[in-house]
């Protein structure tokens, strides 16, 4: 069996928690940035005492180093578990999710960063859930229950639901799906997510965005409506094919822009570099 991948991750803004951790923080402690020199009567810490800086004074006050301390984050995966994710021609989209939240807790784990997963069809999955933990293995333990996981049920109603756990709370979020529902409640949910970070994984088969090359009878079947459907291939439908795929990924694109977040595209197989140069990327 691989070894599960890793990936670098880092918030665009300093984080404000009081665990130490491996991200910029906001409070002062023992870290190793340098904020500024205080008085030793204003913060009484010898340890921290500069006798340099206190000789240069000209006040003659004794002067301490202050730092600020880098903070631990706690990481969510919401998951789409409806059953379009079951589809995939040669591994299923909530394979290649179990794939991701493998890696992702494997990240988190070497920075010391709490993780967790919630998931979704239809109605919350509450038998899927795993609270966030700071503990070695919980990226293969949450993938072995994606994969573990039903898929018979349609529909997304239940990501409100799940996302009301942690509705409010500050962190970093990953929304994994293929994002096959309409969008138009979907504002609704991501209000819910204001005070998070949220990264958009939207996972896609290239069986279902790259139509076959040849003139053919294609049996369809709707995963999401159940509805099923034949239809001849011809250069005219895998044009227009290619179209409302492409029409799909400036929806998505243009929903998620104004509250300034970029969707993470995953086509057939989670790819770790390409997750860590887009986090460099959103940092730069």
């Not at 706690?74 to 021609?89: I, K, Y």
């Not at 988190?108 to 999955?125: C, S």
């Not at 799940?162 to 994994?176: C, E, H, P």
């Not at 929806?251 to 969707?263: E, N, T, Y």
Request: charged share 25%; glycine share 8%; no cysteine.
């Amino acid at each position: 069996m691989d070894a599960p991948q890793e990936f670098h991750y880092r918030l665009p803004y300093r984080v404000g928690g009081w665990r130490p951790g491996a991200h910029p923080g906001t409070r002062l402690g023992a870290g190793q940035e340098f904020v500024s020199h205080i008085s030793l009567y204003a913060r009484p810490d010898p340890r921290r005492l500069d006798l340099r800086a206190s000789l240069r004074d000209l006040s003659g006050d004794w002067l301490v180093r202050v730092h600020r301390q880098h903070a631990s984050v706690t990481v969510q995966a919401v998951v789409d578990v409806s059953a379009s994710m079951a589809f995939g021609a040669r591994k299923t989209k909530l394979q290649v999710a179990a794939d991701f939240v493998e890696a992702l807790g494997q990240s988190a784990g070497r920075v010391g960063d709490a993780v967790g997963m919630l998931a979704f069809d239809a109605e919350e999955r509450a038998d899927l859930f795993v609270p966030a933990v700071v503990r070695r293995g919980i990226g293969a333990l949450m993938a072995s229950v994606l994969r573990r996981a039903e898929t018979a049920a349609r529909g997304f109603e239940g990501l409100e639901a799940a996302v009301q756990r942690i509705a409010g709370r500050r962190g970093l979020i990953f929304l994994v799906s293929d994002f096959h529902w309409p969008l138009a409640r979907l504002n609704a949910i991501l209000d819910l997510l204001a005070h998070a970070y949220v990264v958009p994984i939207i996972i896609w088969d290239p069986a279902e965005i790259e139509p076959p090359a040849l003139d053919a009878l294609a049996p369809l079947h709707d995963a999401e409506s159940g509805a099923r459907r034949t239809l001849w291939l011809r250069p005219k439908l895998r044009s227009q094919w290619r179209d409302a795929v492409a029409r799909r990924r400036t929806q998505l694109d243009a929903l998620f822009a104004p509250r300034a977040m970029r969707p993470f595209y995953v086509v057939g197989a989670f790819d770790a570099e390409a997750m860590s140069q887009y986090f460099l990327e959103a940092g730069a």
